[in-house]
């Protein structure tokens, strides 16, 4: 069974580049079929999309992010990142990463979820 | 605000039926039926429901039902239990190949 684990800074400084690592487990980024996602969720509020990438390194964002995301794969190390520049407050949020599998259109397997504050 | 719209509560009491309804256009909803379904308990990640606008991954009950109409996808909980109890958000590709959430619905079991 595939597992995926969030991992990176708890806390980050506002104007500060957010920078996050799912580590993926059970299973090969590489093996094809599979979009590697991150969503966010706000304290208290509903889940955001924020993009996610192909082992070939084909990227997708949330159009109303993506001027601040990249989003990366490290098939050596069966893992994925995510780079969030200039947050402010509102960054604020639990992020998952999860799998979502292109052939039936779902999220999979996520992470348990890891909680960003971003604050001086 | 989200791109899907999604009522912002319902409940239901033991036993009952609930449908939860998940809005979007023809360029995700109405477009595809890569409609997914999850539920989310306090402090814990989504779990996927139904795929596929209809399917069910194996666990989860019979009372989980999806269906779509047009632009508009539902969630129906059948025969209600307190473990139901959650938040449900629906999900859509879109014709962008991005993805979208709805904004999500808070089921109370009276």
């Known amino acids: 069974q595939v597992q995926l684990q969030e991992s990176g800074p708890g806390l980050v400084k506002p104007s500060q580049t957010l920078s996050l690592t799912c580590t993926v487990s059970g299973g090969s980024i590489s093996s094809g079929g599979y979009y590697w996602s991150w969503i966010r969720q706000h304290p208290g509020k509903g889940l955001e999309w924020i993009g996610y990438i192909y082992y070939s390194g084909s990227t997708y964002y949330n159009p109303s992010l993506k001027s601040r995301v990249t989003i990366s794969v490290d098939t050596s190390k069966n893992q994925f990142s995510l780079k969030l520049s200039s947050v402010t407050a509102a960054d604020t949020a639990v992020y998952y990463c999860a799998d979502y599998d292109i052939l039936t259109g779902y999220l999979d397997y996520w992470g348990q979820g890891t909680l960003v504050t971003v604050s001086s | ?110």
Request: charged share 15%.
């Open chain 2, 1 to 110: 605000q989200s791109a899907l719209t999604q009522p912002a509560s319902v409940s239901g009491s033991p036993g009952q039926s609930i449908t939860i309804s998940c809005t979007g256009t023809s360029s995700d909803v109405g477009g595809y039926n890569y409609v997914s379904w999850y539920q989310q308990h306090p402090g814990k990640a989504p779990k996927l429901m139904i795929y596929e606008v209809s399917n069910r991954p194996s666990g989860v009950p019979d009372r989980f039902s999806g269906s779509k109409s047009g632009n508009t996808a539902s969630l129906t909980i059948s025969g209600l239990q307190a473990e139901d109890e959650a938040d449900y958000y629906c999900s859509s590709y879109t014709s962008s190949s991005t993805l979208e959430f709805g904004g999500g619905t808070k089921l109370t079991v009276l």
